[in-house]
Protein backbone atom coordinates (compact mmCIF):
# COMPACT_ATOMS: atom_id res chain seq x y z
CA UNK A 1 0.00 0.00 0.00
CA UNK A 2 1.11 3.54 -0.63
CA UNK A 3 -0.99 6.66 -0.28
CA UNK A 4 -1.00 9.85 1.42
CA UNK A 5 -3.24 10.45 4.98
CA UNK A 6 -4.46 13.40 6.80
CA UNK A 7 -6.34 13.40 10.44
CA UNK A 8 -7.90 16.70 11.81
CA UNK A 9 -8.37 17.68 15.38
CA UNK A 10 -11.08 20.89 16.27
CA UNK A 11 -11.29 20.81 19.53
CA UNK A 12 -13.63 24.28 21.32
CA UNK A 13 -13.30 24.70 24.96
CA UNK A 14 -16.54 26.96 25.92
CA UNK A 15 -18.88 27.40 28.51
CA UNK A 16 -16.00 26.24 31.79
CA UNK A 17 -15.83 26.71 35.25
CA UNK A 18 -12.75 27.10 37.91
CA UNK A 19 -12.68 24.07 40.01
CA UNK A 20 -9.56 25.04 42.15
CA UNK A 21 -8.26 28.35 42.20
CA UNK A 22 -10.32 31.41 41.13
CA UNK A 23 -10.58 33.51 37.36
CA UNK A 24 -13.46 34.67 35.64
CA UNK A 25 -14.04 32.34 32.79
CA UNK A 26 -17.33 34.19 31.40
CA UNK A 27 -16.99 34.81 27.47
CA UNK A 28 -14.84 31.23 26.81
CA UNK A 29 -14.37 30.00 23.43
CA UNK A 30 -11.30 28.87 23.09
CA UNK A 31 -10.13 26.27 20.21
CA UNK A 32 -6.72 23.71 19.69
CA UNK A 33 -6.87 22.46 16.29
CA UNK A 34 -4.34 19.75 14.87
CA UNK A 35 -2.98 18.41 11.89
CA UNK A 36 -1.04 15.11 11.29
CA UNK A 37 -0.36 14.83 7.40
CA UNK A 38 2.43 13.12 5.27
CA UNK A 39 3.00 10.14 3.06
CA UNK A 40 2.50 6.33 4.26
CA UNK A 41 3.80 3.02 3.20
CA UNK A 42 2.01 -0.63 4.13
CA UNK A 43 1.50 -4.33 3.62
CA UNK A 44 -2.15 -5.88 3.66
CA UNK A 45 -2.87 -9.29 4.25
CA UNK A 46 -5.84 -11.10 2.98
CA UNK A 47 -7.61 -14.44 3.28
CA UNK A 48 -10.52 -15.96 1.88
CA UNK A 49 -12.26 -19.15 2.83
CA UNK A 50 -15.56 -19.89 1.60
CA UNK A 51 -17.34 -15.85 1.74
CA UNK A 52 -15.54 -15.04 4.35
CA UNK A 53 -12.58 -12.49 4.23
CA UNK A 54 -10.06 -11.89 6.94
CA UNK A 55 -7.51 -8.98 6.53
CA UNK A 56 -4.72 -7.85 8.27
CA UNK A 57 -2.64 -4.48 7.27
CA UNK A 58 0.26 -2.56 8.85
CA UNK A 59 0.72 0.85 7.93
CA UNK A 60 4.06 3.38 8.38
CA UNK A 61 3.40 7.01 7.75
CA UNK A 62 6.05 10.13 8.06
CA UNK A 63 4.05 12.61 10.18
CA UNK A 64 4.53 16.25 9.51
CA UNK A 65 2.12 18.12 12.74
CA UNK A 66 0.70 21.41 12.80
CA UNK A 67 -1.49 22.64 15.79
CA UNK A 68 -2.53 26.26 17.12
CA UNK A 69 -4.70 27.59 20.07
CA UNK A 70 -6.55 30.49 20.28
CA UNK A 71 -6.66 31.22 24.08
CA UNK A 72 -9.45 33.67 23.65
CA UNK A 73 -9.17 34.88 27.36
CA UNK A 74 -5.50 35.76 27.47
CA UNK A 75 -5.12 39.36 26.77
CA UNK A 76 -1.50 38.35 27.11
CA UNK A 77 -1.52 36.68 23.51
CA UNK A 78 -1.87 37.09 20.61
CA UNK A 79 -5.25 36.08 18.33
CA UNK A 80 -6.76 33.80 16.72
CA UNK A 81 -2.60 32.20 16.82
CA UNK A 82 -1.48 32.31 20.31
CA UNK A 83 0.35 29.29 20.40
CA UNK A 84 1.67 27.59 17.83
CA UNK A 85 3.15 23.80 17.64
CA UNK A 86 5.24 22.18 14.56
CA UNK A 87 7.23 19.22 14.25
CA UNK A 88 8.02 15.81 12.55
CA UNK A 89 7.74 12.22 13.50
CA UNK A 90 6.23 8.97 12.45
CA UNK A 91 2.71 7.01 13.28
CA UNK A 92 1.27 3.33 12.81
CA UNK A 93 -1.97 1.79 12.04
CA UNK A 94 -2.95 -1.78 12.10
CA UNK A 95 -6.28 -2.91 10.90
CA UNK A 96 -8.11 -6.12 11.39
CA UNK A 97 -10.95 -6.92 9.86
CA UNK A 98 -13.69 -9.92 9.26
CA UNK A 99 -16.19 -9.74 5.98
CA UNK A 100 -18.71 -12.11 5.37
CA UNK A 101 -21.11 -12.23 2.23
CA UNK A 102 -25.06 -11.83 3.41
CA UNK A 103 -25.40 -12.45 -0.43
CA UNK A 104 -24.66 -12.14 -3.89
CA UNK A 105 -24.86 -8.59 -4.03
CA UNK A 106 -24.30 -7.35 0.14
CA UNK A 107 -21.80 -8.31 2.62
CA UNK A 108 -21.35 -7.46 6.41
CA UNK A 109 -17.83 -6.44 8.10
CA UNK A 110 -16.18 -6.08 10.91
CA UNK A 111 -13.29 -3.41 11.43
CA UNK A 112 -10.94 -2.47 14.03
CA UNK A 113 -8.06 0.26 13.74
CA UNK A 114 -5.75 1.07 16.03
CA UNK A 115 -3.49 4.37 15.51
CA UNK A 116 -0.48 5.31 17.23
CA UNK A 117 1.26 8.51 16.02
CA UNK A 118 4.01 10.93 17.67
CA UNK A 119 6.19 13.94 16.76
CA UNK A 120 8.73 16.37 18.02
CA UNK A 121 9.55 20.20 17.11
CA UNK A 122 8.43 23.66 18.58
CA UNK A 123 6.35 25.07 20.54
CA UNK A 124 5.93 28.66 19.77
CA UNK A 125 3.74 31.21 22.14
CA UNK A 126 2.45 34.28 20.44
CA UNK A 127 2.61 37.05 23.05
CA UNK A 128 1.31 40.52 22.36
CA UNK A 129 4.90 41.99 22.01
CA UNK A 130 7.05 38.77 20.97
CA UNK A 131 7.36 35.25 20.36
CA UNK A 132 8.76 32.98 22.43
CA UNK A 133 9.87 29.28 21.53
CA UNK A 134 10.61 26.09 22.95
CA UNK A 135 11.66 22.76 22.51
CA UNK A 136 7.97 20.66 21.68
CA UNK A 137 9.08 17.83 23.70
CA UNK A 138 6.49 15.60 21.78
CA UNK A 139 2.86 15.24 21.41
CA UNK A 140 1.15 11.96 20.69
CA UNK A 141 -2.19 10.69 19.54
CA UNK A 142 -3.46 7.36 19.99
CA UNK A 143 -6.88 6.08 18.57
CA UNK A 144 -9.07 3.66 17.63
CA UNK A 145 -12.18 2.66 16.25
CA UNK A 146 -14.70 -0.36 15.79
CA UNK A 147 -16.92 -0.62 12.97
CA UNK A 148 -19.52 -2.32 11.69
CA UNK A 149 -19.95 -1.83 7.79
CA UNK A 150 -23.03 -2.94 5.40
CA UNK A 151 -22.32 -3.28 1.86
CA UNK A 152 -24.88 -3.70 -0.96
CA UNK A 153 -23.90 -3.05 -4.89
CA UNK A 154 -26.81 -1.40 -6.64
Not at 120 to 125: E, I, K, N, V
Not at 126 to 137: E, R
Request: no cysteine.
Amino acid sequence: MIGYSFHHQHLKIYDGSMVIGSANLTGLDSLYQANWSGPKLGLGLNYKINKSVFSLDYSLQDIDFNGYTDWNLRSDLSHPKSMTQKGDGSGTKISASYERAVSNFSSLSLVGNFYKYNASGTHTFHLTSSDASQKLNQVNWRGSEIKLIYRSLF
